[in-house]
């Protein structure tokens, strides 16, 4: 499967964006789906993930009342929706995409996109 993530961007502190990802290849609805982010000079770190129908979601507690994650099997995207966001929140954003389930841990994620920018300014 090939991922594309797009929707960051500049947004000030307190202020909302969404991400999404599209994927093309084989069926989506096989893929457990996940956000990760990395901030400059740190590691790549889990954000949130998604089953396959998904009716499951999980977050990591620094996003966990602000951010959702969606997905739309017919339309072969995920979506990371960020409300209130703050500048710890900056971050370059990736989906991933496995065809097993329920981790957080990167090394679990075979496919991953290229990544969005996103910049929250005090």
């Known amino acids: 499967v090939q991922l594309q993530a797009s929707g960051g961007g500049l947004v000030q502190a307190g202020g909302s964006l969404r991400l999404s990802c599209v994927a093309s290849?084989?069926?989506?609805?096989?893929?457990?789906m996940a956000w990760f982010r990395q901030a400059p000079g740190k590691e790549r770190k889990f954000v949130a993930r998604i089953s396959y129908s998904g009716g499951i979601s999980y977050y990591s507690d620094s996003v966990k009342g602000r951010f959702t994650i969606a997905r739309d099997n017919a339309k072969n995207t995920v979506y990371l929706r960020m409300n209130s966001l703050k500048p710890e929140d900056t971050a370059v954003y990736y989906c991933?995409?496995?065809?097993?389930?329920?981790?957080?841990?990167?090394?679990?994620?075979?496919?991953w996109g290229q990544g969005t920018q996103v910049t929250v300014s005090s």
């Open positions: 290849g084989r069926t989506f609805s096989s893929y457990y």
């Open positions: 991933a995409a496995d065809l097993r389930g329920g981790n957080s841990r990167e090394s679990e994620y075979a496919y």
